[in-house]
């Protein structure tokens, strides 16, 4: 029976696992209470912050009893902002933290029992990312505070490549000496030639001026000013295995340049690929994974419902001079059903909420001898593997630490073709 637990009380308690996104579990006159930048077996002292129908959530007010897996932060915001979770935690805890999350969402959402590979860890944990969106109010600029709409003002963000944190300075500047109406700022920086695209959403004309104050800084390459071009060509470049590739501000690249190139070398050995192969690859955003892929098959097929990445895609193809891939602008449940050739294999790379149940359905009627699942969300990985199994066999998932000092984790999934797979569609 569940007692009562009251707001702003303190209890003690001991942390008895983590749960999905790296918060401890503890339970408290039998109610689950999620603590966050806690640790399993710590004993802690908590202050209730919110109350739900099924759980609590509580803020640590002392460690009574330390984990030997906990680490000091080196970020100063670390406590209050929202964009890290695992920083209190040892990087060998981290990757088997990232390990069973994967292996519990198979399990327990998919019902899919599979030896999951240890993940692949990144030999960078700070300054790996090259896109940051950053919220602006007033003279502030930085991340909302975990769980609200707080704005946790930073001087620089250890996640970010250096070159983002230096244009935050420029930033910083112009909106401590004008009044201004900006909503948000995100800069990408291209690996290629060291290079930074700044986009800038405002809801005034007037904060066009901001424009003066970055151009100075060494590497500004583009600004996009409420959705407009107002600086450079509107691109950054981007190598990753060997081929580069033009990105804008609303094309998708992945986040962490050293990881993707583990990550496609994932993708390239399990496929197996062969010169008669023809692939289709879903979701295929700025087409890294086609034109990567394109030189070990006979044709690909890339389908992305964004415009902007579709444009990217088509000028990547002439930039690296390919010419046996194809990129249709479409919703992909649409546009597979209007697909002929016989596919050998599809390449699947969705966003976090999944892949559209229409879509698996003619996935499994275009039956490819195998499926590469990539995905940054185990969850709906798991949904959409179990929606598959009928007619293919899960060989493996590797998880890849996309996202280091955090509790998000990129996945690689190869499911092949069961022989009986025909008969089962037949």
Same mark, same amino acid.
């Given at each position: ?6 707001i ?30 806690t640790?399993?077996g ?11 129908k ?38 060998? @805890?981290?990757?088997k933290?990232k ?12 019902k899919?029992d ?8 990144c ?8 896109k940051v ?57 291209g ?9 800038i959403?405002?809801?005034s ?8 104050y ?5 590497g ?58 023809v692939?289709?690859?879903l ?27 579709v444009?990217?895609a088509?000028?990547?193809?002439k ?15 649409? @546009?597979?059903s209007?697909?002929? @050739?016989?596919?050998?294999v ?8 999944g ?33 598959l ?6 060989k493996?998932?590797i ?11 990129e ?5 092949c ?10």
């Open positions: 029976m569940i007692g009562t637990i009251k702003d009380e303190i209890y003690e308690t001991v942390i008895t696992s983590l749960e999905n996104e790296g918060k401890g579990v503890c339970k408290i006159n039998g109610m689950v209470v999620f603590v966050p930048k640790l399993v710590e004993k802690v002292r908590i202050r209730i912050t919110e109350i739900k099924n759980f609590a959530v509580g803020k640590v007010v002392e460690i009574l009893k330390e984990s030997d897996k906990r680490v000091k932060s080196r970020c100063p915001y670390y406590e209050e902002c929202g964009g890290c979770s695992l920083r209190h935690q040892t990087k060998e @805890e981290n990757l933290f390990k069973g999350k994967v292996q519990t969402a198979l399990k327990r959402i998919g899919i599979v030896k999951v590979d240890d993940c692949v860890a030999f960078k944990d700070d300054h790996y990312r090259n969106s950053f919220k602006v109010e007033d003279d502030r600029i930085g991340f909302y505070a975990e769980g609200t709409y707080q704005l946790v003002d930073i001087k620089q963000c250890l996640l970010a490549e250096n070159k983002i944190n230096d244009c935050l300075g420029a930033i910083r500047n112009y909106i401590k000496e004008n009044k201004n109406k900006i909503k948000s700022i995100t800069i990408k920086h690996n290629a030639l060291d290079e930074v695209l700044i986009d959403y405002s809801l004309s007037e904060d066009a001026k901001i424009i003066n970055l151009t100075g800084i060494d500004v390459k583009t600004i996009v000013f409420n959705d407009k071009v107002v600086y450079g060509t509107g691109y950054i470049n981007q190598i990753s295995n060997g081929l580069m590739f033009l990105c804008s501000s609303k094309s998708f690249f992945q986040v962490n340049d050293v990881q993707t190139e583990k990550l496609y070398k994932l993708v390239l050995d399990d496929a197996k690929l062969n010169k008669n192969d692939v289709l690859d979701y295929s955003g700025t087409g890294t994974i086609s034109c990567i892929i394109s030189s070990h098959v006979k044709k690909v097929i890339g389908i992305e419902i964004v415009e902007d990445a444009l990217d088509r000028k990547n193809l930039v690296n001079g390919i010419n046996n891939v194809k990129f249709i602008c479409g919703d992909a449940a649409k @546009e597979i209007k697909i002929k @050739e016989k596919i050998d599809i390449i699947v790379d969705p966003p976090r909420r892949v559209d149940r229409k879509a698996i359905s003619i996935m499994k009627k275009i039956l490819p001898k195998k499926i590469i699942y990539i995905s940054c969300n185990p969850v709906t990985m798991a949904r959409d593997l179990s929606y199994t009928d007619l293919y066999d899960v493996k998932v998880p890849v630490d996309m996202f280091p000092n955090t509790s998000h984790v996945c690689v999934g190869l499911l073709q069961k022989k009986s797979a025909k008969t089962i569609e037949k």
